[in-house]
């Protein structure tokens, strides 16, 4: 299984991005996608995830009614739309999946730079 990440940039305060993560893989079945981040210095935190089969979605306290998890069953890819995004929004964005079988796997990151 391998997941790509897409999507970051840079972009002004108060601005929108949205963030892809596709999997890819015969035998892909996920239970939870999710996106992390890390930014310079700092660990990599939780920032959103869904359960596949419920749509139930979590939010970090620092992104809620920001930022908006969704996936496409059909395309095996979980998205994040992020609005008014803050400087501290700024990091690299990590999708993480866990299936149905209990694996793990991560993409590998994509950049997130906001601008004051």
């Known amino acids: 299984v391998q997941l790509q990440a897409s999507g970051g940039g840079l972009v002004q305060a108060g601005g929108s991005l949205r963030l892809s993560c596709a999997a890819s893989g015969r035998t892909f079945r996920p239970d939870t996608m999710g996106w992390f981040r890390q930014a310079p210095g700092r660990g990599r935190e939780f920032v959103a995830s869904i359960i596949w089969r419920s749509s139930t979605s979590t939010y970090a306290d620092s992104v809620k009614g920001r930022f908006t998890i969704s996936r496409d069953n059909a395309k095996n890819t979980v998205y994040l739309r992020m609005n008014s995004l803050e400087p501290e929004d700024t990091a690299i964005y990590y999708c993480?999946?866990?299936?149905?079988?209990?694996?793990?796997?991560w993409g590998q990151g994509t950049q997130v730079t906001v601008s004051s």
């Open positions: 993480k999946a866990t299936t149905t079988d209990g694996d793990l796997y």
